[in-house]
């Protein structure tokens, strides 16, 4: 597994059993929070770029969610009828990638046009929010998250320090809140 994917905790207790450490049997499991295991974590996370990744690894908006667990390539292979064939062979991926066309990019032009997807997405997501305040949409779809009230308790990221913050919801407007 990717170290950029695992858990802060995880990869101290990996780091410890590299270095020769024998981890005491009376620990109920290797993901204990005793003490000693908070404060290596509180050190860990002393790191700018260690809460810079934590922050980019699990902090997003509850709107972006369905966008972001939406699999493409899962729903191109349901559509063509293969979404339940566990096992394909060469020949029938070669058809597949076929079908698919020329791989794109990773260029600016490419994360351009994604933004603006998700953006597109972001301004649809608050449009459903706004026609159910104004009482013109009865409910809104199963994937989307309820939309946020006055006096709801969030966490977020300051807009100029980018640190995670708790607090409370303020005002709710069509694009922000405060």
């Not at 339940?84 to 079908?99: F, K, M, N, Q, Y």
């Not at 490419?110 to 013109?136: D, H």
Request: net charge positive; proline share 4%; with cysteine.
């Amino acid at each position: 597994r990717s170290r950029r994917k695992m858990d802060p905790k995880r990869i101290l207790i990996q780091k410890e059993m590299k270095s020769g450490e024998i981890i005491s049997k009376d620990q109920p499991n290797k993901y204990s929070t005793s003490l000693q295991d908070r404060e290596k974590l509180s050190c860990y996370l002393l790191s700018y770029l260690v809460r810079r990744w934590c922050t980019f690894e699990w902090f997003y908006s509850a709107i972006d969610y369905p966008w972001f667990t939406k699999r493409e390539f899962v729903e191109y292979l349901n559509h063509v009828g293969l979404g339940h064939i566990p096992r394909l062979t060469r020949v029938e991926w070669g058809v597949i990638r076929s079908s698919l066309g020329k791989p794109r990019r990773f260029s600016e032009h490419f994360l351009r046009e994604e933004k603006e997807k998700l953006k597109q997405y972001r301004e649809s997501v608050r449009k459903n929010y706004t026609e159910l305040r104004a009482g013109i949409r009865e409910g809104l779809p199963t994937d989307l998250a309820r939309p946020l009230s006055v006096g709801q308790r969030v966490i977020v990221l300051h807009p100029k320090s980018r640190e995670v913050h708790d607090g409370n919801v303020l005002t709710v407007d069509h694009d922000k809140c405060r």
